[in-house]
Protein backbone atom coordinates (compact mmCIF):
# COMPACT_ATOMS: atom_id res chain seq x y z
CA UNK A 1 0.00 0.00 0.00
CA UNK A 2 1.04 3.45 -0.68
CA UNK A 3 -0.18 6.38 0.84
CA UNK A 4 1.46 9.93 -0.46
CA UNK A 5 1.23 12.08 2.37
CA UNK A 6 2.24 15.24 0.77
CA UNK A 7 -0.55 16.58 -2.75
CA UNK A 8 -1.63 18.94 -3.88
CA UNK A 9 -5.18 19.71 -5.58
CA UNK A 10 -7.54 22.63 -5.67
CA UNK A 11 -10.98 23.62 -6.34
CA UNK A 12 -12.16 23.53 -9.83
CA UNK A 13 -12.55 27.14 -10.34
CA UNK A 14 -9.05 28.16 -9.36
CA UNK A 15 -7.00 25.31 -10.42
CA UNK A 16 -5.35 26.60 -13.60
CA UNK A 17 -4.84 30.04 -12.03
CA UNK A 18 -3.25 28.51 -8.85
CA UNK A 19 -0.76 26.13 -11.16
CA UNK A 20 -0.18 29.24 -13.59
CA UNK A 21 1.14 30.93 -11.35
CA UNK A 22 3.15 28.24 -8.82
CA UNK A 23 4.97 27.48 -12.62
CA UNK A 24 5.60 30.80 -12.81
CA UNK A 25 7.41 31.05 -9.85
CA UNK A 26 9.03 28.27 -9.71
CA UNK A 27 9.83 27.21 -13.09
CA UNK A 28 8.83 23.70 -12.58
CA UNK A 29 5.38 21.86 -15.33
CA UNK A 30 3.36 20.79 -13.00
CA UNK A 31 2.40 16.92 -13.83
CA UNK A 32 -1.74 17.45 -13.12
CA UNK A 33 -4.21 19.47 -13.83
CA UNK A 34 -4.48 20.53 -10.70
CA UNK A 35 -7.97 19.18 -9.76
CA UNK A 36 -9.32 16.63 -7.85
CA UNK A 37 -10.14 14.51 -10.54
CA UNK A 38 -6.93 14.71 -13.06
CA UNK A 39 -5.17 14.15 -9.40
CA UNK A 40 -6.98 10.92 -9.03
CA UNK A 41 -6.38 10.04 -12.28
CA UNK A 42 -2.64 10.50 -11.99
CA UNK A 43 -2.47 8.44 -8.50
CA UNK A 44 -4.17 5.42 -9.16
CA UNK A 45 -1.57 5.52 -12.52
CA UNK A 46 1.17 5.92 -9.87
CA UNK A 47 -0.30 2.88 -7.88
CA UNK A 48 -0.97 5.19 -4.48
CA UNK A 49 -4.22 4.28 -2.43
CA UNK A 50 -4.35 6.84 -0.62
CA UNK A 51 -3.69 10.58 -0.70
CA UNK A 52 -3.56 13.69 1.64
CA UNK A 53 -4.57 16.95 0.02
CA UNK A 54 -2.97 19.64 1.22
CA UNK A 55 -4.69 23.31 0.70
CA UNK A 56 -2.69 26.77 2.26
CA UNK A 57 -4.44 29.63 2.84
CA UNK A 58 -2.35 32.63 1.72
CA UNK A 59 -4.79 35.20 3.00
CA UNK A 60 -6.37 35.27 6.29
CA UNK A 61 -9.96 35.50 4.51
CA UNK A 62 -9.42 32.38 2.49
CA UNK A 63 -9.06 30.05 5.16
CA UNK A 64 -13.01 29.25 5.74
CA UNK A 65 -13.65 29.08 2.00
CA UNK A 66 -10.41 26.19 1.73
CA UNK A 67 -11.32 24.24 4.93
CA UNK A 68 -15.03 24.61 3.44
CA UNK A 69 -14.05 22.67 0.23
CA UNK A 70 -11.86 20.21 1.81
CA UNK A 71 -14.70 18.95 3.91
CA UNK A 72 -16.42 18.40 -0.22
CA UNK A 73 -13.49 16.23 -0.88
CA UNK A 74 -13.19 14.14 1.46
CA UNK A 75 -13.61 10.56 0.78
CA UNK A 76 -12.27 6.85 1.87
CA UNK A 77 -8.89 7.74 -0.49
CA UNK A 78 -8.56 11.76 -0.36
CA UNK A 79 -6.95 12.53 3.25
CA UNK A 80 -7.66 16.67 3.05
CA UNK A 81 -5.79 18.63 5.52
CA UNK A 82 -7.54 22.03 6.35
CA UNK A 83 -5.56 25.35 6.60
CA UNK A 84 -5.75 28.63 9.01
CA UNK A 85 -3.98 31.92 8.14
CA UNK A 86 -1.61 32.94 11.32
CA UNK A 87 -2.60 37.08 10.85
CA UNK A 88 -6.52 35.72 10.69
CA UNK A 89 -8.20 36.75 14.05
CA UNK A 90 -10.33 33.79 14.20
CA UNK A 91 -7.59 31.12 13.36
CA UNK A 92 -7.64 29.51 16.69
CA UNK A 93 -11.75 28.91 16.25
CA UNK A 94 -10.76 28.01 12.96
CA UNK A 95 -8.54 25.17 14.24
CA UNK A 96 -11.44 24.00 16.27
CA UNK A 97 -13.88 23.85 13.16
CA UNK A 98 -10.81 22.04 11.54
CA UNK A 99 -10.81 19.50 14.23
CA UNK A 100 -14.52 19.29 14.41
CA UNK A 101 -15.12 18.59 10.73
CA UNK A 102 -12.89 15.51 11.05
CA UNK A 103 -9.60 17.36 8.50
CA UNK A 104 -6.71 15.18 9.43
CA UNK A 105 -4.25 18.29 10.31
CA UNK A 106 -2.84 21.65 8.83
CA UNK A 107 -0.65 22.63 6.65
CA UNK A 108 0.91 25.65 7.12
CA UNK A 109 3.50 27.73 4.31
CA UNK A 110 6.47 30.23 5.99
CA UNK A 111 7.09 31.09 3.02
CA UNK A 112 4.13 31.86 1.19
CA UNK A 113 2.22 32.84 4.61
CA UNK A 114 4.84 35.30 5.60
CA UNK A 115 6.04 34.19 9.10
CA UNK A 116 9.34 32.25 10.21
CA UNK A 117 8.53 28.98 12.19
CA UNK A 118 9.95 30.33 15.43
CA UNK A 119 7.93 33.55 15.61
CA UNK A 120 6.52 34.01 18.89
CA UNK A 121 2.67 34.31 17.48
CA UNK A 122 2.74 31.43 16.33
CA UNK A 123 3.27 29.50 19.07
CA UNK A 124 -0.56 29.85 20.49
CA UNK A 125 -1.20 27.92 16.89
CA UNK A 126 1.07 25.17 17.75
CA UNK A 127 -0.24 24.78 21.05
CA UNK A 128 -3.43 24.47 20.09
CA UNK A 129 -2.76 22.07 17.21
CA UNK A 130 -0.96 20.02 19.96
CA UNK A 131 -4.08 20.10 22.34
CA UNK A 132 -6.69 19.57 19.45
CA UNK A 133 -4.22 16.05 18.38
CA UNK A 134 -4.24 17.96 14.93
CA UNK A 135 -1.36 16.94 12.45
CA UNK A 136 0.73 20.30 11.36
CA UNK A 137 2.92 19.92 7.93
CA UNK A 138 5.07 22.57 7.37
CA UNK A 139 7.11 23.19 4.69
CA UNK A 140 10.63 23.36 5.50
CA UNK A 141 14.17 24.42 4.00
CA UNK A 142 14.42 26.34 0.57
CA UNK A 143 11.25 27.40 -1.66
CA UNK A 144 10.84 28.74 -4.63
CA UNK A 145 8.90 31.93 -3.83
CA UNK A 146 11.21 33.32 -1.57
CA UNK A 147 14.85 31.80 -2.22
CA UNK A 148 16.92 34.51 -0.45
CA UNK A 149 15.29 33.79 3.04
CA UNK A 150 14.99 29.94 4.60
CA UNK A 151 11.84 30.38 6.63
CA UNK A 152 12.12 27.06 8.27
CA UNK A 153 15.73 25.91 8.97
CA UNK A 154 16.54 22.60 11.37
CA UNK A 155 17.50 24.97 13.73
CA UNK A 156 14.26 27.05 14.46
CA UNK A 157 12.12 23.49 13.82
CA UNK A 158 14.01 22.74 17.38
CA UNK A 159 13.02 25.88 18.83
CA UNK A 160 9.47 24.88 18.59
CA UNK A 161 10.01 21.29 19.07
CA UNK A 162 11.71 22.31 22.34
CA UNK A 163 8.74 24.51 23.36
CA UNK A 164 5.70 22.49 22.19
CA UNK A 165 5.43 19.45 24.07
CA UNK A 166 2.91 16.81 22.00
CA UNK A 167 2.67 18.88 18.87
CA UNK A 168 2.85 16.06 15.78
CA UNK A 169 4.85 18.16 13.65
CA UNK A 170 5.54 16.50 9.99
CA UNK A 171 9.21 18.82 8.17
CA UNK A 172 8.12 18.68 5.02
CA UNK A 173 10.97 17.61 2.32
CA UNK A 174 13.19 15.53 4.09
CA UNK A 175 13.83 18.31 6.97
CA UNK A 176 14.23 21.12 5.03
CA UNK A 177 14.42 20.80 1.13
CA UNK A 178 17.98 21.23 -0.35
CA UNK A 179 19.57 21.45 3.46
CA UNK A 180 20.07 17.57 4.17
CA UNK A 181 23.14 17.72 5.80
CA UNK A 182 21.92 19.99 8.02
CA UNK A 183 18.98 18.25 8.79
CA UNK A 184 21.27 15.20 9.53
CA UNK A 185 23.66 17.01 11.95
CA UNK A 186 20.79 18.83 13.53
CA UNK A 187 17.54 18.06 13.72
CA UNK A 188 17.38 14.16 12.69
CA UNK A 189 16.60 11.64 15.85
CA UNK A 190 15.23 14.88 18.19
CA UNK A 191 12.95 13.74 20.06
CA UNK A 192 8.81 13.56 20.05
CA UNK A 193 6.87 13.38 17.55
CA UNK A 194 8.26 15.05 14.84
CA UNK A 195 7.94 13.43 11.65
CA UNK A 196 9.76 14.12 8.26
CA UNK A 197 8.02 13.37 4.83
CA UNK A 198 10.09 12.34 1.56
CA UNK A 199 8.44 14.86 -0.74
CA UNK A 200 10.27 16.45 -3.69
CA UNK A 201 13.59 14.19 -2.46
CA UNK A 202 15.02 13.53 -6.16
CA UNK A 203 18.13 16.00 -5.61
CA UNK A 204 18.93 13.99 -2.38
CA UNK A 205 21.78 11.62 -2.23
CA UNK A 206 20.30 8.41 -1.72
CA UNK A 207 23.67 7.41 1.09
CA UNK A 208 22.46 11.11 2.61
CA UNK A 209 18.78 10.30 2.63
CA UNK A 210 19.39 6.96 4.32
CA UNK A 211 21.32 8.28 6.84
CA UNK A 212 19.00 10.47 7.76
CA UNK A 213 16.04 7.93 7.49
CA UNK A 214 18.39 5.57 9.98
CA UNK A 215 19.48 8.02 12.27
CA UNK A 216 15.77 9.96 12.74
CA UNK A 217 14.45 6.60 12.80
CA UNK A 218 12.10 4.99 9.84
CA UNK A 219 8.96 4.74 12.61
CA UNK A 220 8.75 8.79 11.68
CA UNK A 221 9.03 9.11 8.18
CA UNK A 222 6.01 9.43 6.08
CA UNK A 223 5.66 8.62 1.80
CA UNK A 224 5.09 11.71 0.14
CA UNK A 225 5.91 13.30 -3.70
CA UNK A 226 4.43 17.00 -3.31
CA UNK A 227 2.43 16.08 -6.35
CA UNK A 228 2.08 17.98 -8.88
CA UNK A 229 5.56 19.06 -8.84
CA UNK A 230 6.87 15.25 -8.98
CA UNK A 231 5.47 11.66 -9.49
CA UNK A 232 4.70 9.59 -6.41
CA UNK A 233 6.01 6.37 -8.45
CA UNK A 234 9.24 7.90 -8.48
CA UNK A 235 9.65 9.09 -4.84
CA UNK A 236 8.38 5.37 -4.52
CA UNK A 237 11.68 4.01 -6.70
CA UNK A 238 14.04 5.90 -4.99
CA UNK A 239 12.64 4.42 -1.63
CA UNK A 240 12.74 0.88 -2.49
CA UNK A 241 16.40 1.49 -3.93
CA UNK A 242 17.80 2.54 -0.40
CA UNK A 243 19.18 0.08 1.57
CA UNK A 244 16.34 -0.40 3.88
CA UNK A 245 14.79 -3.07 5.52
CA UNK A 246 11.50 -4.50 3.99
CA UNK A 247 10.23 -3.32 7.05
CA UNK A 248 11.47 -0.33 7.49
CA UNK A 249 9.88 0.35 4.32
CA UNK A 250 6.76 -0.37 5.11
CA UNK A 251 6.35 1.75 7.59
CA UNK A 252 7.18 4.54 5.16
CA UNK A 253 4.80 3.63 2.68
CA UNK A 254 1.82 3.34 4.95
CA UNK A 255 2.46 1.78 8.47
CA UNK A 256 3.37 5.39 9.94
CA UNK A 257 0.87 7.67 8.26
CA UNK A 258 -2.06 5.02 9.09
CA UNK A 259 -1.21 5.79 12.69
CA UNK A 260 -0.42 9.46 12.77
CA UNK A 261 -3.68 9.94 10.83
CA UNK A 262 -5.89 7.61 12.71
CA UNK A 263 -6.60 5.37 9.64
Not at 109 to 128: S, V, W
Not at 153 to 169: M, W
Not at 173 to 193: C, K, P, S, Y
Amino acid sequence: MLIDVHVHAFNEKIAAKALDALAGYSGLTPLTDGTVGDTFAKLDEWGVDKAAILSIATKPTQQRIINGWAETIKSDRLLPFGSIHPDAPDCLEELERIKAAGLYGIKLHPDYQGFRIDEERLFPIYEQCARLSLPVILHSGFDYYSPDEIHCTPERALRVIGRVKGLKLILAHLGANRMWQQVFDTIAGADGEVYFDTSFTEECPDELMEKIILKHGADRVLFASDCPWARSCDIAEKIERLALTDDMKEKIFHLNAERLLGL
